[in-house]
């Protein structure tokens, strides 16, 4: 019986133990773990593959920078300067006044609102691309967001360029009111501006698109595209639970639901994005893609163009 015991701890225990101690070993923060199946990988791998698990592909946040980087030619680009906006016109105070949030997003992520922008090439063509930030307090839209979204439009105006957004976002930002719901007329205003230059808009809708921002500027897009398994829709499921008392179809407000139902026009992976983009983008504009070697480079590697869209399921 103790020969069994000891067996056990050998064979099954102790090898376990060294594992966390080997781990540890090589240092923190140099591991994350998928939140969709529990896979431990190492942080330079999943850096390399733009935040997309390697095991079950499940699509993790991209930051502004890492984003940026990994779209425009040569990760060369010019950032927007952040807009100036009231600190706190309603002086809104929940368990914490809202500046004593915003300066715990600002320093939790390095960034001063919950939307970057950039202008650059993709593939040489010039264009302008925001992104919002889920990590900022929920990629929520309030008075910074729209003054951010505006200015990129007016940049996409002044370079003739096209426009892509990349959504992310729980809503409208509840600290500023009425202030931030005026930001869906406004930001819709400026799309049309685009539209009467005949200037493309494209949207990314990344997981997860839901409030406010789905019901603005996250679907007038010319193009209207979504990364696999993304949570897209207006209410949150458990609202729309407590509300109609059914029980909701399995996938419902995802990305590949909302795509059958027509609410999108494409689910495109992560790795595949740049070139999808590209080709949309060069075919809206009507300018030729360019030759394999006059194109932009991405990491010091020539990166190809699709010449099909993905197939639809």
């Not at 930001?183 to 200037?199: D, F, G, H, S």
């Not at 949570?231 to 639970?241: E, K």
Request: hydrophobic share 45%.
């Amino acid at each position: 019986m103790e020969s069994k015991s000891m067996n056990w701890l050998t064979r099954v225990v102790r090898p376990k133990i060294q594992a966390v101690f080997r781990m540890r070993d090589m240092g923190e923060g140099l591991w994350d773990k998928c939140p969709e199946c529990g896979q431990m990988i190492f942080q330079r791998d999943l850096i390399a593959a733009l935040n997309v698990c390697p095991n079950c592909q499940h699509h993790m946040k991209l930051g502004p920078k890492a984003r940026m980087d990994s779209l425009f030619d040569g990760a060369r680009y010019d950032w927007l300067p952040d807009p100036i906006v009231a600190a706190d016109p309603l002086r809104f105070r929940d368990q914490k006044r809202y500046p004593e949030r915003l300066k715990e997003a600002r320093r939790a992520t390095g960034r001063e609102e919950a939307m970057q922008a950039a202008s650059g090439s993709i593939d040489n063509l010039q264009c302008v691309v925001a992104v919002q930030d889920f990590s900022f307090m929920g990629g929520s839209m309030g008075m910074a967001v729209g003054e951010m979204f505006i200015a990129a439009a007016i940049r996409a105006l002044s370079l003739h360029a096209p426009f892509i957004v990349f959504a992310a976002s729980g809503g409208a930002r509840m600290q500023e009111g009425m202030l931030s719901l005026m930001q869906m007329p406004r930001t819709t205003v400026a799309i049309q501006m685009l539209r009467e230059a005949k200037l493309p808009y494209v949207v990314v809708l990344t997981d997860p698109t839901t409030g406010g921002v789905t019901a603005s500027y996250a679907m007038l897009g010319d193009v209207q595209i979504a990364e696999p398994n993304a949570l897209i829709g207006f209410a949150g499921q458990r609202v729309i639970l407590q509300t109609i008392r059914e029980k909701l179809p399995a996938g419902f407000q995802r990305a590949e639901t909302v795509r059958d139902k027509g609410m999108v026009d494409m689910v495109v992976h992560r790795k595949d994005m740049r070139q999808t983009l590209s080709r949309i983008l060069h075919m809206l504009m009507h300018v030729p893609v360019p030759p394999q070697g006059d194109r932009g480079k991405m990491n010091g590697q020539f990166v190809p163009i699709a010449l099909a869209a993905p197939p639809r399921k």
